[in-house]
Nanobody
Framework: QVQLVESGGGLVQPGGSLRLSCVASGFIFRSNGMRWYRQAPGKERELVASINNAGSSTYYADSVKGRFTISRDNYKNTVYLQMNSLKLEDTAVYYC?????WGQGTQVTVSS
């Protein structure tokens, strides 16, 4: 069964940091690019960051460039999203994705 399971969300103050993890199973992880999306209340889901299968190429949305880092460990079948200097507008449910497979999401709330 193809599955993506996110973790690491929570409540953090502005300027703080969180690291999200997404563990994959049921497919050949090292052969697939991975993406992190987010969806804030009342807004469309947006692509935050992506990484190719080897981890050698990444993409970031302008809104997170310089603050977020996507990485992966192909031995652990895990993709990460390190989020630093968090802002109120980063509050959203964050989803891990590959092809047509989505995780259940993890809530990130940035609030003072």
């Amino acid at each position: 069964q193809v599955q993506l399971v996110e973790s690491g969300g929570g409540l953090v103050q502005p300027g703080g940091s969180l690291r999200l993890s997404c563990v994959a199973s049921g497919f050949i992880f090292r052969s697939n690019g991975m993406r992190w999306y987010r969806q804030a209340p009342g807004k469309e889901r947006e692509l935050v960051a992506s990484i190719n299968n080897a981890g050698s190429s990444t993409y970031y949305a302008d809104s997170v460039k310089g603050r977020f880092t996507i990485s992966r460990d192909n031995y652990k079948n895990t993709v990460y999203l390190q989020m630093n200097s968090l802002k109120l507008e980063d509050t959203a449910v964050y989803y891990c994705n590959t092809q047509s497979v989505w995780g259940q999401g993890t809530q990130v709330t940035v609030s003072s």
